[in-house]
């Protein structure tokens, strides 16, 4: 189906990197290792990027690796969506997913 790619930086203190550096990314590429998204956690927010589109999940958190794992499936399996609405669709998933977590 694809290709999942996570990098952590576990040492980072993201208290002290608000400016603009990711505590986590996860990337996610078809077989033939074309990018379909790049998501990166910041302090306060996830920033959600397919092709040029990109927006900002403004929630929090740590996604769990079945919610990662997840998350992958859906962008491989809509990858031919247009990059605007993929970006809209995960954006609106991960905060469903961080946001039932809060409660």
């Known amino acids: 189906m694809g290709y999942l790619t996570t990098v952590g930086y576990p040492?980072?203190?993201?208290?002290?990197?608000?400016?603009?550096t990711p505590y986590f990314e996860i990337a996610v590429s078809d077989l033939q290792e074309k990018h379909i998204t790049l998501l990166q956690r910041f302090r306060q927010h996830w920033l959600v990027h397919c092709g040029t589109s990109y927006d900002t999940a403004d929630v929090a958190g740590e996604?769990?690796?079945r919610d990662t794992i997840k998350l992958a499936v859906f962008a491989l399996r809509y990858r031919d969506q247009e990059?605007?609405?993929?970006?809209?669709a995960l954006k609106s998933h991960i905060?469903?997913?961080l946001g039932a977590d809060l409660r």
Do not use: H, Q
């Open 11 to 20: 040492d980072r203190d993201i208290t002290a990197f608000s400016g603009g």
């Open 63 to 65: 996604l769990k690796a």
């Open 83 to 88: 990059p605007r609405v993929l970006v809209a």
């Open 95 to 97: 905060e469903r997913i």
